[in-house]
């Protein structure tokens, strides 16, 4: 069983400390003297060093109910030590019992709609779908079935920037943990990927740069190629090109047609955006500079 499925199943609270800072000795050392002072009992502990850039990241989360204190307190009392890494580093502490939400991007394709939607039906996902925007009403009736309100912005060729503006302002007023691009094909506008920076999700498959374009798996079986796979990344204004949270691949033979192709596609396309999605909402991700380091 991984971890993220053990933190997605068993419903008890946590107080999850993410942490990144220049890489140096005794910061182990300081954050178990911290979560030891504070009573604090770990139920998971990841750390990696890069070597590379010189950074140290970790992922702490203690049962809530062994620290006598709210995440306030516990994120006060945290400033002080956190304080000691220098100027550079981030950190946050986030509570497991605060609900999160999301918001879904459409078009026309449903296969990643209907899966995050059944996935926070029952459970999977740690967090309510409160709203889903389509720039077409194709996806209007899923949504439906699943008692999530579902907002139309159509998206006229001379009236982009008046539909992102309409999109932004719904978003905004959900303020949700997470945008997701669920096959929603419009190009974010650079001040929207700057706003929603670090919550914007979207999926794409893994023939780019190759294939560029529509029907990129029509494209690719005229190539005869015998991988196929799919990308989950954070949105930034480099299109297809921010943060990588998820990849996933699966081999092909000459014997799949076309239509095979695009169905196994979907399926890819379908788990690496679930897994993407829910280790962001458990703060298993952390993003420095164009990579992540993601604790799963």
């Not at 920037?161 to 929603?184: C, H, K, S, T, W």
Request: glycine share 8%.
């Amino acid at each position: 069983m991984t971890n993220s499925q053990i933190s997605s199943d068993d419903g008890e609270r946590r107080f999850v400390l993410t942490l990144g800072c220049p890489d140096r000795t005794g910061i182990v050392a300081a954050l178990s003297g911290f979560l030891t002072g504070v009573g604090g009992w770990i139920t998971e502990a990841a750390y990696h060093s890069d070597q590379t850039t010189g950074w140290f990241f970790t992922r702490q989360a203690v049962r809530a109910d062994s620290v006598s204190m709210t995440v306030d307190e516990f994120r006060s009392r945290f400033a002080d030590v956190a304080a000691m890494f220098g100027p550079e580093v981030e950190w946050e502490v986030t509570d497991t019992g605060a609900p999160k939400s999301v918001v879904l991007l459409v078009s026309k394709d449903s296969h990643c709609l209907t899966d995050l939607l059944a996935r926070a039906e029952r459970g999977d996902l740690p967090a309510k779908v409160c709203a889903v925007i389509g720039n077409h009403r194709d996806l209007e009736e899923i949504t439906a079935r699943f008692d999530v309100p579902f907002h139309h912005v159509p998206f006229p060729a001379d009236g982009k920037a008046e539909a992102f503006a309409e999109v932004r302002r719904l978003v905004d007023g959900y303020n949700p943990d997470a945008i997701v691009l669920a096959r929603f094909m419009q190009i974010l506008p650079a001040e929207l990927c700057e706003a929603w920076a670090g919550r914007a999700i979207n999926i794409h498959h893994s023939f780019l740069p190759s294939f560029i374009g529509a029907r990129p798996y029509h494209q690719a079986f005229n190539r005869g190629v015998k991988l196929i796979g799919a990308t989950c990344h954070y949105v930034t204004a480099d299109l297809d090109a921010g943060p990588i949270i998820e990849q996933d691949v699966s081999r092909i033979t000459h014997d799949y047609s076309a239509a095979d192709m695009v169905r196994q596609g979907r399926d890819i396309e379908t788990l690496v955006l679930a897994r993407g999605v829910l280790w962001h909402l458990e703060n298993r991700v952390l993003v420095h500079d164009r990579k992540t380091v993601v604790f799963a």
